[in-house]
């Protein structure tokens, strides 16, 4: 049988249908509001991190110094790894793949439309190591060249179209093939991101750019990821020995700091949502408040008979966690419609909407409802506890 | 040696401290109440009836002097055990009936027993009671607005009677009932009086008044006849 106290509460909130049903939709919005917010910030935490986490296992190890050089006698400063570091990454690196990269960036016209973009220098060897080939085949040198997906969306580029290399007024600019069009990789954690750029073999690239034996970057792709601070020990150990000569690091650490930094923005996201709850919880309040007032002599009967405080307390307490119920499961039910939708729109995609990590917002927003209606009725149930059964009884 | 009251007033004051000054609604009063009496309370608007009645029902302390119930210092218990005392001992009759409005006829009878037991009724005790008083089954399932006065007052009686209390306080509990009703309902009290409850009555008619034993009359605060 019901607790008699419950069922009171019930009864005056049956009784006030209107009112709590208007305080009831705050309390939906509030969890709505928390609940799709959570649950976007986390489907976008886990999208990145699953683009990101696709190159985990790469070290990455860029120059740490600025060396001055003369070319063409013009003294420019530049930073590179040189062939000895090389050697000593290769040297400390074991049975991991190295990877010299050369990169910069430049103008290109595709037919008569210009563009800027990155050009990758890698030996073609290297190529197949991290990126795939969508359409077309790996380059094998020469002037047969890769591009990104991107970059071929945008121009409409096909197997074996033709790109002048370099800015638009240059005579005599270098023309390079289209041999293959690669997969798509989104964001890269390695450093290369390839869907905006064109990679081209390395002999092709110190045959224009110079840079023989000094590279712009190195990844080490590490056999078993367990082991990864340990290659990368081996490597600061030999290479930056005596100074600081190289910086090293890997995925995990962009990875944590990107998610670190969704993570803050879904937790903002969520306390602007969080707002409306404040409003809801002052609607609850009210409610409240207006409740005890007007059963103020009904009060005084429970006290007069012998009720003790703690159980008038329970009934307020009681009509207060029936409101943030109702409007916890409605708010709970919506957030999973109105979450899935705003996911879809502002994502493209729900894949990651049914993981437990982002549907754990509808409990969390249901429970921080139910946790905010406690609260708004904490003072209108100590109050009506509180009062002086010979006034209440008195009170018309 | 005389039997020790179950209710005793020693030199009871209570002085209310208005804006306007202060206010002495009992004025050294001093009573002793026996068990199993009937006793009314009568004066005239301003007296110091109701102020006596809610400190017999321990709804007030006094200001100064005692306060006995059972031979318990009234003013020296916690405000919980004031509490368990009032659902445990004494039970209340209004003239304004004050039944529960969100519960049935049933219900509010049934009230006192969750109060004491912390479960529901499952022994048929409230619906006994309702019997007793003369309220049927149908009637039991009413809600209070939907009952007559008499109705109202004779589920009050059941409600005030169900935890077997050996004091009954009854404020005017004739007061907003036609003649021949009342009548009915101080039956009722009488009976409750022989089976040995003691009965304190306010009331501001002397037929009433009549079937107590004793009549206790105040004026300012002050006892003047008894």
Redesign the interface.
């Known amino acids: 049988m019901m607790d008699i106290f419950f069922d009171l509460s019930v009864r005056s909130v049956r009784l006030n249908f209107l009112r709590s049903l208007l305080a009831s939709i705050g309390i939906v919005i509030g969890v709505v509001a928390i609940s799709s917010m959570g649950m976007l910030g986390t489907n976008m935490q886990l999208s990145v991190k699953d683009q990101l986490s696709a190159n985990v296992n790469t070290v990455m190890i860029s120059s740490d110094v600025v060396k001055i050089r003369t070319t063409a006698n013009v003294s420019t400063t530049s930073s590179g790894i040189d062939k000895s570091t090389l050697n000593d990454i290769e040297s400390s690196a074991g049975q991991n793949q190295v990877i010299p990269i050369h990169r910069t960036s430049t103008q290109f016209t595709i037919g008569s439309t210009d563009g800027r973009g990155s050009i990758y220098g890698l030996d073609p060897n290297d190529i197949p190591k991290f990126l795939t080939v969508d359409q077309g085949s790996l380059t094998k040198g020469g002037s047969d060249v890769l591009v990104g997906a991107t970059i071929a969306s945008n121009f409409n580029l096909n197997v074996g179209s033709r790109i002048k290399i370099g800015p638009s007024n240059t005579a005599n600019r270098p023309v390079v093939r289209v041999a293959g069009i690669l997969t798509a990789r989104g964001i890269a954690s390695d450093g290369v991101n390839a869907d905006t750029a064109i990679i081209v073999p390395d002999l092709w690239y110190t045959d224009h750019y110079g840079d023989k034996d000094v590279y712009d970057q190195v990844n080490v792709i590490v056999q078993n990821v367990d082991t990864i601070s340990d290659v990368e020990s081996a490597i600061d150990k030999k290479v930056n020995r005596n100074t600081q000569i190289v910086r090293i690091s890997d995925a995990s650490s962009r990875l944590t700091s990107i998610t670190a930094t969704l993570g803050t923005i879904t937790t903002f996201i969520m306390a602007i949502g969080g707002i409306s709850l404040v409003v809801a919880a002052v609607s609850i309040f009210n409610v409240m408040m207006m409740s005890v007032k007007e059963r103020v002599q009904e009060i005084g009967i429970l006290l007069s008979i012998g009720t003790e405080k703690g159980e008038v307390r329970r009934m307020f307490l009681y009509e207060a966690i029936i409101l943030g119920l109702i409007g916890a499961i409605v708010g709970g039910i919506c957030s999973f419609v109105i979450g899935y939708s705003v996911v879809n729109a502002m994502l493209g995609n729900t894949t990651y909407f049914f993981r437990p990590e982002s549907l754990i917002y509808i409990p969390y927003g249901m429970v921080i409802g139910v946790v905010v209606c406690i609260i708004s009725g904490m003072y209108p149930a100590w109050m009506a506890s509180n009062m002086d059964p010979i006034d209440a009884l008195r009170s018309e | 040696m005389s039997q020790e009251p179950l209710i005793r007033l020693t030199d009871v004051s209570k002085v209310y401290h208005l804006e306007s000054g202060d206010f002495t609604a009992l004025d050294h009063v001093s009573l002793d109440i026996q068990e199993n009496e009937f006793v009314a309370i009568m004066g005239p608007s301003g007296s110091g009836k109701s102020t006596m009645m809610?400190h017999l029902?321990i709804?007030?302390v006094p200001t100064a002097g005692a306060l006995y119930i059972d031979g318990k210092d009234v003013a020296k218990l916690t405000?919980?055990e004031r509490?368990?005392m009032?659902?445990?001992m004494i039970g209340?009759i209004?003239q304004k009936f004050?039944?529960?409005?969100?519960?049935t006829a049933y219900?509010n009878v049934?009230?006192?027993l969750?109060?004491?037991y912390k479960?529901?009724d499952t022994t048929g005790k409230a619906a006994e009671m309702l019997t007793a008083v003369g309220i049927d089954e149908h009637m039991s399932a009413h809600r209070p607005n939907q009952l007559s006065g008499g109705q109202q007052q004779r589920v009050a009686i059941a409600?005030a009677l169900i935890n077997e209390p050996r004091i009954l306080l009854c404020d005017e509990p004739t007061g907003n009932l036609d003649r021949k009703t009342g009548f009915q309902i101080m039956d009722i009290l009488i009976n409750l009086h022989k089976h040995g409850k003691t009965v304190i009555l306010v009331t501001h008619d002397p037929k009433i008044a009549e079937y107590a034993h004793r009549i206790i009359e105040l004026e300012d605060g002050r006892i003047v006849g008894s």
């Not at chain 2, 004050?98 to 519960?103: G, K």
Request: charged residues 35%; without cysteine; positive net charge.
């Open positions: 809610n029902g709804l007030d405000a919980l509490t368990h009032r659902r445990d209340y209004f004050y039944l529960i409005p969100l519960l219900e049934e009230y006192p969750i109060l004491k479960k529901r409600r």
